[in-house]
T-cell receptor, first 113, second 109 residues
Framework: EPEVTQTPSHQVTQMGQEVILRCVPI?????FYWYRQILGQKVEFLVS????????KSEIFDDQFSVERPDGSNFTLKIRSTKLEDSAMYFC???????????FGNGTRLTVT | DAKTTQPNSMESNEEEPVHLPCNHS???????IHWYRQLPSQGPEYVIH???SNVNNRMASLAIAEDRKSSTLILHRATLRDAAVYYC??????????FGTGTRLQVTL
């Protein structure tokens, strides 16, 4: 069964550094999402992306965050200047249609020191 | 987003059926009811969704109340691999999923 893959599985970075989290969505999917989950807390929506533009974003997704689909297969989340509070699991998801279920990757654990 | 209420936790014996309830009294007429689960150290996983009629798939069944203000996810025979947090999420077409705190299901031998 096709799956969403995320790399790296664990990323450690120093405060103030830029990080790029990478995702390969399922190949024929058109809708893409990023979520995060701080340890012990809820899964929180960050951003959705369709037709090469952001469809919706949350308050968390401020100017420090950006998303890109650089080559038609990858979907990336960039955090420009990481803060300690950005430490979390980041999940990518994709969906084949407007009403279709989301398929999630197993996440990247980001640790900011 | 419609507000949902789920028990914080439930327990089941292996091989027994499990009924996971969800109240969503503020659901709008066009919201589908989605269920996802999250196994330990994994991303959320789609389980099932429906609008008005009961739905079955290989993982579970979804029973939706006639007034749509509540639904029940049914696992017909729980296994240890079904231990997870289960989320009930009303969702409008093409919108984001908004996760609550869900129900933590423990399955014991």
């Amino acid at each position: 069964e096709p799956e969403v893959t995320q790399t790296p599985s664990h990323q450690v970075t120093q405060m103030g550094q830029e990080v790029i989290l990478r995702c390969v969505p399922i190949s024929n999917h058109l809708y893409f999402y990023w979520y995060r989950q701080i340890l012990g807390q809820k899964v929180e929506f960050l951003v959705s992306f369709y037709n090469n533009e952001i469809s919706e974003k949350s308050e968390i997704f401020d100017d420090q965050f950006s998303v890109e689909r650089p080559d038609g297969s990858n979907f990336t989340l960039k955090i420009r200047s990481t803060k300690l509070e950005d430490s979390a699991m980041y999940f990518c998801a994709s969906s084949g249609g407007r009403a279709s279920p989301l398929h999630f990757g197993n996440g990247t654990r980001l640790t900011v020191t | 987003d419609a507000k949902t209420t789920q028990p914080n936790s439930m327990e089941s014996n292996e091989e027994e059926p499990v009924h996971l309830p969800c109240n969503h009294s503020t659901i709008s007429g066009t919201d589908y009811i989605h269920w996802y689960r999250q196994l330990p150290s994994q991303g959320p996983e789609y389980v099932i969704h429906g609008l008005t009629s009961n739905v079955n798939n290989r993982m579970a069944s979804l029973a939706i109340a006639e007034d749509r203000k509540s639904s029940t996810l049914i696992l017909h025979r729980a296994t240890l691999r079904d231990a997870a947090v289960y989320y009930c999420i009303p969702r409008q077409t093409a919108s984001k999923l908004t996760f609550g705190t869900g129900t933590r299901l423990q399955v014991t031998l």
